[in-house]
Every structure is written in structure tokens, then in C-alpha cells.
């Protein structure tokens, strides 16, 4: 099945720093990428899509100017939390959707585990 | 209220047990319907599609209710593998071709030897 890898999977920043998250589809292009973050014990919650060449849609509530998305390229996607906090300790996950995939499957990264001190 | 609502257990069976998760969405338009499971800090994985025929793979049964809003899944002689959280995901059609999954929080189980 297609491969999405994100990079790190895991991270320990101070706050106040800027991580950057990499999505990437291995074996397919991906017309669509998808962030979302989960907390302990909570659901993933869709934090923005993003759509090559074009600026990402962020969810309501989801700041736009702290939470950086790039898609440059069919095949990756970045997620840049700017100036981050403890609050914004999570797990980060990315999907990738197929270009022209007749099943519209969403193919999940393995998550990136922030962890702001 | 959550749009997606499922039991958060835990639950906690022992091997060989049957097991059954139940979810509720509350936007009528939901179009597709799935169960995924996550492991412990790991990625959701797609467990199964639900029609609205209802449909099994081996142990998984799942089933939806389009007028109650309601979707289960069964899981028959349960495994110790089976341990994880259980989501419960809708696919909702927003406007263009724009299409958006909306995960439950989950339900987790453990089998017990």
C-alpha cells in the first residue's frame, strides 16, 4: 500500500523555538495533505488541509500564522509550529490523499510526538 | 455536542470474548463511514469501511444505521492483538470535490489472557 513518512518522529524543543514537521508520500503524489493533532487520550482533530501549490485551509480555531503549512511539491508537505509551548505538546499526524485515486483513501504518516519543555 | 460520539470504555474482555463498540455522528449529510484502530502512540489504521448493507471481514462486523445515525462494530473471538483504541470515523462532503474525516475520540480495549 502507498507510504507516508513524516520526519521527526519524535522531538524535545525549548519554548519559545520553531519545529519543523515533514510530511512525505513515498510511492505516490499526493494532491492533498492533511495535519491534524491529537492529545492524550483525545481524537485527532483536523488542524488544516493543504493543496500543492496553493495556501492550506486551516480548521476554525487553528492559528495560521503559528502553525506554518508549505506543500511545495506533490510529494511533500511541512508543518512549521512556530514559536512553540508547552500547550503545544502533541501528536502530529499528516495524511496524504492520491492524486486521481478512484477511492479517495487517505494514507496516514506515523505521527510526530512534540514535546515543548 | 461532539460529531462523532463513541463509548470511551475502556474495555476490558477476556481472549475468545465478542466485544461491541458503538458510535453515533450527528450531521445526517455524513456520506462514508469507517473504523480504524491506533495502537499506543502510533498512527490510526484503517480497520474497515461500513456500508449501510452492513459488512464482515473474518471477526469484524460492522454495521450502520443511517436513520438512528449509528454505527457498531463486533469484534468475534477476540485476540490479544486485538488490544488498541477503536475510532470511529465519518467522511463528510463539503463544498467542490473537498472531503474531510472526522475522527470519535475512541474506544479502547484490552484482551486479557
Redesign the interface.
Known sequence: GAVVSQHPSWVICKSGTSVKIECRSLDFQATTM?W?RQFP??????MA?SNEGSKATYEQGVEKDKFLINHASLTLSTLTVTSAHPEDSS?Y?C?ARELGSST???Y????T?LTVL | RKE?EQDPGPFNVPEGATVAFNCTYSNSASQSFFWYRQDC??????LMSVYSSGNEDGRFTAQLNRASQYISLLIRDSKLSDSATY?CVVKNYLSGS?????????TQLTVLP
Do not use: C, H, N
Open positions: 492533511f491534524y487520550k483525545q481524537s485527532l482533530m483536523l488541509t501528536f499526524i495524511s479517495d483513501t487517505q496516514f504518516g506515523p505521527g510526538r | 462523532v502512540r502510533k498512527e490510526p489504521k484503517l475510532l473537498a472531503r474531510q474525516l472526522t475522527f470519535g475520540s475512541g
